[in-house]
């Protein structure tokens, strides 16, 4: 037996039994944080009680610490820069070990809808669709260049410091399937569609994301979404959904995807939730008493992020099909009717952009800027600016933007109180200028609503953090402290935990959180990185 302290600098072997003693125990269940020491060996939880026995671990000291399961951010843009140490130290940083990337309907697997999936496959490359549609989102992956879900999950085996769980992406199977067709499925594509699904949860998915307001999901019918959520029922595997609307049109969105778990069954999670409390929670409490499967995630900011081409132009466009998209705004009568008909209704929103990504080497200088600011430097209106920069960087532009109104702190905070709540930071890398939620959500989580405005204890936190969410996608060995379960471990200091990322400095990385295992293995020690690299596809 030895022991350790703040001033130890080995850094434990991977599998080497640890005993945690000493601190508070918040061990994701919702129950009551407790005084408890948190034994592990062999990668998994052995024992969690006052006074455990060494039994020959390394003894590290915890006092004053709090010990957590670690963190599952349920929705997160980390597809491609899972593979990156910066994106790897903000996550650690945040004590999150595990992240679900496939969301919105969007990324890169499966590519085609053939059987191989390799070079050559015949059909529709939706991974190179995805890649050029979400490249202000998801970036573009540093070796996946085309294939199945199995052989994305393998790109990140011994890569990364956090475990990814992949979402099979509706908009990219309707795109393997039909490429960019803006039009209603035909039941033999929604029989491929099916398949390719299907092979996709077999290889290990824990569910099915739709981007309901991007392209090319934005064109499907309820015949399509409910053969594809049939399939996810029958898995006992959950529906994630980026709604057709938010805050005012939360309402209409919502019951679109409770008519889809009425009639199959599935069950049913919704992305980034935000909006008017007063409106949203009784929506969720109705459809909860009402016996819904409902679960939500969302994040602590009143700002979003996305891809500029949803925020600034109308589905009548071709999107699914940027080169398409981008010689129609370089038409003049189709540039005069977004002028006159379809841009001016969005006058409220371009004071309210701010630019994150603009990869352009004419336009760079624009990251981080306000759209109205570079529009009065380029000396026209903001509406033109908007048109200019998709078209000279084929609609890979990513923007931050203020949420409406409707949207407010007071909401944000009730929401986050609901039990049907868990942590995602809909985090974004991808920019000179992203949104600070990547490196700052599950800290300002425990630094601002925890310690700070009490809206959850640490025990409340913990299930919050971890443990709804590992059960919502079926991570049955992870979220909770108990024996038995992976050694996915955060040790934090609950009196300086806090984000320290902001919108003018987003890629500052938070404090507070000293150790985290990730099946027992330390992807940072005594606060320190120690660049070993556990994480693995989820299967």
Known sequence: MSATGTGALRVPRPG???????????????????????????????????????????????????????FVDAHVHADAVALDREVQDALAHQGVTTVVVGQDGLSYAPSHASGSGGPGADGPDAAAFARRYFAAVDGDHPTFTTGSVEDLLATYDGATTADVAYLVPH?????????????????????????????????????????????????????????????L?????????????????????????????????????VSHLHGPADVVVPLLDAALADGFDLTFDSYPYLRGASVLALVALPTWLPLADPDR?????????VRARLLAEDLPARADVWPRVTLASVPHPDYRWAEGRRLVEVARELGEAP?????????????????????????????????????AQCAGSDGIYVGGHPHPRGWGTFARFLG????????????????????????????????????????????????????????????????GVRDVLVAGDP?????????????????
């Open 383 to 419: 509406d033109r600016t908007a048109l200019r920069l998709l078209v000279a960087t084929g609609l890979r532009v990513g923007c931050v933007f203020e949420q409406p109104p409707t949207n407010s702190a007071a909401s944000v905070r009730a929401l986050l109180r609901h039990r």
């Open 171 to 231: 908009g990219t199977l309707r795109y393997a399937v039909m490429g960019p067709d803006a039009r209603p499925a035909r039941p033999d594509e929604i029989g491929a569609m099916a398949d390719l699904l299907a092979a996709g949860l077999d290889a290990g998915a824990r569910g099915m994301s739709t981007g309901l307001e991007y392209a090319p999901a934005c064109w499907a019918q309820p015949d399509e979404l409910l053969s594809l959520c049939a399939v």
């Open 523 to 539: 992807v940072l020690w005594q606060g320190a990185r120690t660049d070993r690299l556990p994480g693995r596809g989820v299967r």
């Open 448 to 511: 601002t609503h925890v310690r700070e405005l009490g809206d959850w204890d640490w025990g409340t936190a913990a299930r919050h953090l971890a443990g709804t969410a590992a059960a919502r996608f079926g991570l049955t060995d992870r979220g909770v402290l108990r024996p038995g379960t992976r050694a996915d471990v955060v040790v934090l200091d609950p009196r300086t935990v806090a984000d320290t990322a902001t919108y003018a400095e987003p890629r500052s990385v938070a404090r």
């Open 16 to 70: 080497d039994a640890l005993l945690l003693r000493g601190g508070t125990v918040a061990d994701g269940s919702g129950a009551p944080e407790r005084a408890a020491d948190v034994l592990v060996a062999g990668g998994r939880v052995v024992r969690v009680a006052p006074g455990v026995s060494p039994a020959g671990a390394t003894v590290v000291d915890v006092s004053g610490m709090v010990v957590m399961p670690g």
């Open 325 to 333: 998209a981008v010689a129609l705004l370089e038409d003049a009568e």
């Open 233 to 269: 029922a029958s898995r006992g595997l959950p529906h994630v959904s980026h709604m057709r609307g938010y805050e005012d049109r939360v309402p209409v969105a919502l019951a679109e995807l409770l008519d889809l778990a009425r009639r199959t069954g599935v069950a049913t999670h």
